[in-house]
């Protein structure tokens, strides 16, 4: 059910137009336009299995039975939910193995044995439960305690559940995938940090990560809140960037510090999330009698309450996309004034999409539904039109 949990579907990498043979260029719309079916695909499974689970009845079935095996309705409740995530993931294995590990592997992307595969996935599902269980149990118990008020406490509830994620994540959550060491170039962990310096911006450290052990792909990001917040470098950038070029990389993710971006998307997303546990409400009431349920607090109707919130996302997909394109559109024009090197710019993001096979120039419509950051083709334009002076030297040259 990952796909109904994280709909914002990005493919949008940097690259410049010129950089591509058109068979490279090919292959990367090949494997893009794959990874839109298998989460078109994936998307459909979720519903799908959802729905059955509702319908058939095998839900209330499964409700009942734990009532009499449980001691109390928090632990059918765990328990609901955990026989439900095993049976999804089950079934939803092929699926899975071939668009983590077969669709990597052939195009060249992923680097990980099918056993570091594996251990990969169980790990990410120990951690999922860990995390969805204390959340449905807390959204339950609302809706046991506040039958009428439950959706709104718990949409302010998710901004809290955010900033305590962004918060833990550096620190706990993202060691268990990958090793972090202190970075070992101290010149470029100085010129890092003078960046962050530059525009008023603490940090506790730089640090590598071992992308290399999963992917060829390259990234970085700053994460982390206060005293988590920290610079964290793929140590796939090392061998091919230029110091510039990933100084204008952090200036990407500095300027979503500086223009508050996280706390706009959270708000944003706050309010659709309000709205489909206010329509998650409304359907509950109105329809969770026929499906065997005893009221909204019943665990039959789970089914139910994630297909109306999945739905509520999935119209308003296209909206949160361009909400978060307009964010990264201005973190792209913090990142060229900051650091005034539209060279670094356009070369790193020419890297970039070599490297994470990104497709230049989406489909307007996927682009419109589907991408969270402006296509490649838009932010090198974007670029251009910042320093129409570099446009001219770029031509000459």
Request: hydrophobic share 50%.
């Amino acid at each position: 059910m990952r796909a109904l949990l994280c709909l914002n579907f990005d493919f949008s990498f940097w690259i410049d137009p010129n950089s591509q043979t058109g068979r490279e260029d090919e292959r990367a719309k090949t494997y893009n336009r794959t990874k839109r079916v298998l989460f078109v695909v994936e998307l459909v499974y979720a519903l799908a299995f959802l729905l059955i689970l509702l319908v058939s009845g095998a839900s209330s079935a499964l409700a009942r039975s734990l009532e009499i095996l449980a001691t109390n309705i928090w632990l059918t409740v765990l328990l609901y939910v955990f026989i439900v995530g095993v049976a999804y993931d089950v079934i939803a294995v092929p699926l899975e193995f071939y668009g983590g590990f077969v669709h990597e592997h052939r195009y060249g992307q992923s680097t990980q044995t099918f056993s570091a595969w594996a251990w990969d996935q169980i790990k990410s599902k120990v951690v999922g439960f860990a995390i969805a269980a204390p959340l449905i149990e807390a959204l339950y118990w609302l809706l046991r305690a506040y039958p009428h008020r439950w959706w709104l406490i718990a949409s302010v509830l998710f901004i809290a559940f955010a900033v305590v994620m962004a918060n833990i994540a550096p620190v706990l959550l993202m060691p268990i995938f990958y090793k972090f060491i202190p970075l070992r170039d101290e010149e470029l962990k100085k010129r890092l940090l003078a960046l962050c310096e530059k525009v008023n911006t603490k940090v506790r450290g730089v640090y590598e990560m071992d992308m290399s052990r999963k992917t060829r792909a390259a990234n970085a990001a700053l994460v982390g809140l206060g005293n988590t917040r920290r610079i964290v470098l793929g140590d796939t950038l090392f061998e091919r960037y230029e110091p510039d070029e990933i100084e204008a990389i952090l200036a990407h993710e500095l300027g979503h510090h500086m223009n508050w971006d996280m706390w706009k998307g959270l708000l944003f997303q706050s309010a659709i999330s309000m709205l489909g546990f206010f329509v998650a409400s409304v359907v509950l009431n109105a329809y969770g009698a026929s499906f065997g349920s005893r009221g909204p607090a019943d665990i039959t109707s789970f089914p139910l309450l994630v297909l109306t919130c999945a739905g509520v996302a999935l119209v308003f997909l296209p909206v949160s996309n361009a909400f978060s394109r307009r964010l990264e559109r201005r973190a792209d024009s913090f990142a060229l004034t900051i650091t005034g090197d539209p060279a670094a710019f356009v070369s790193m993001m020419l890297k970039l999409g070599e490297q994470n096979l990104s497709e230049f120039e989406p489909n307007p419509i996927v682009e419109f539904i589907l991408y969270s950051h402006p296509s490649v083709k838009r932010r090198i334009a974007h670029a251009r039109r910042m320093f129409p002076a570099f446009e001219g030297k770029a031509a000459e040259g």
